[in-house]
């Protein structure tokens, strides 16, 4: 069954001078106006389609690609306040409306806000929220397993690191000691499961799989070749100064040195690490 607020492959079931019908299956019968007819396309045809209300209250098709779906998380700025609620700018002609019920806080002209869109039961229209955690349950069960890539959006700052929404379902939190690039509220990442803890909670990190760590590990290997063999980095250094020499997390680093520990490629001593044998 077809909803709105997605994208669909559908096809061309008739042309008219104001663009072309396609078939919604359930939905019925919808238009793809004119300006977003592409040349050549014919009855028979199936085009990639978004499917929305446009300000008629209409359900119609666009070509274009807004910021966010039905069921998903983005960060999107206020373009207007009104007496209805907040508009949002997804890139359609007809900005997304987050009601006054929906927002967390009152949104502000200007400002953007991380949210969530979904159907709203009563009139079928898109509408955004800014209740986060009306639809992320960090409660609920969960199968996430460690060294899991996961899909995260970036949600609040705290004292420990980020907070972040693990595939559109769960609550993370991403230590600051694990996050070496800017991040940015309602940012996209793959991150990975670090830990789960025995109350359930659910520790991330952006460095993970095998492809990572081997390369963090050639980054020190290499690092260290130009210290000739020395460096006075170990687990106690301050985070800063691992992040100014190697351009990584302190995590990062902690977890690429005990591998090259125990594939026997350098010593760990008390004031820093050294390469044991040349390494090409």
Known sequence: MLTIGQNYLLPVIKRVEFGVFLDAQNLGEILLPKRYVPEGLVVGESIDVFIHHDSEDRLIATTRRPKIQAGQFAFLQVVQVTDVGAFLDWDLEKNLLAPFAEQHTPFEEGKSYLIYAYID??????????????????????????????????????????KVVINRTHWGLLHKDQVFQYLSFGQKVQ?????IRPDGKINLTLNGG????????????????????????????????????LGMSKGAFKKAIGNLYKQHVITIEESGIRLKNTIS
């Open 121 to 162: 039961s009563r009139d079928g229209r898109i509408v955004a929220s800014s209740k986060i955690d009306k639809f992320v349950d960090e409660n609920k069960a969960h199968d996430f397993k460690p060294n899991q890539p996961v899909n995260l959006t970036v949600g609040s700052a705290t004292d420990l690191g980020f």
């Open 191 to 195: 991150g990975y499961i670090y830990g």
């Open 210 to 245: 095998q492809k990572t760590r081997d390369k963090d590990s050639r980054i020190i290997i290499d690092y260290l070749k130009k210290q000739k063999g020395y460096a006075p980095l170990h687990d106690k250094t301050n985070a800063n100064v691992i992040s100014v020499e």
